[in-house]
Nanobody, 126 residues
Framework: QVQLVESGGGLVQAGDSLRLSCAAS????????MGWFRQAPGKQREFVAG????????YYPDSVKGRFTISRDNAKNTVLLQMDSLKPEDTAVYYC???????????????????WGQGTQVTVSS
């Protein structure tokens, strides 16, 4: 069982940066694929970044590519999401997710993840 806690959300202006953190407990993250998702009011939860177990591979959808960067520190059981050049449409609750994997895969489908944090609100004003 993995427990995930996100932090770092807040209210910023368009063009600003934020760094979200996901702290894990209960298991070492080195055997887990990790992802960040977001959900805006009235919309489905969408994938924004994924990283393989070792951190050697990452993946982003076009909507955030070049602006968001996911990283991990398995020794600290932490995953980060650096968000630059934020836009009002990035406003959402951001969730960290984890799933145990046996290969260096990146999971992009929310249904592939069993473990979720409680979310942290990010609001970008124009």
């Amino acid at each position: 069982q993995v427990q995930l806690v996100e932090s770092g959300g807040g209210l910023v202006q368009a063009g600003d940066s934020l760094r979200l953190s996901c702290a894990a407990s209960g298991r070492t993250l080195s055997m887990y694929a990790m992802g960040w998702f977001r959900q805006a009011p009235g919309k489905q939860r969408e994938f924004v970044a994924g990283i393989s177990r070792s951190g050697g591979s990452t993946y982003y959808p076009d909507s955030v590519k070049g602006r968001f960067t996911i990283s991990r520190d398995n020794a600290k059981n932490t995953v980060l999401l650096q968000m630059d050049s934020l836009k009002p449409e990035d406003t959402a609750v951001y969730y960290c997710a984890a799933e145990w994997v046996t290969t260096a895969t990146i999971l992009i489908n929310r249904y592939e993840y069993r473990y979720w944090g409680q979310g942290t609100q990010v609001t970008v004003s124009s």
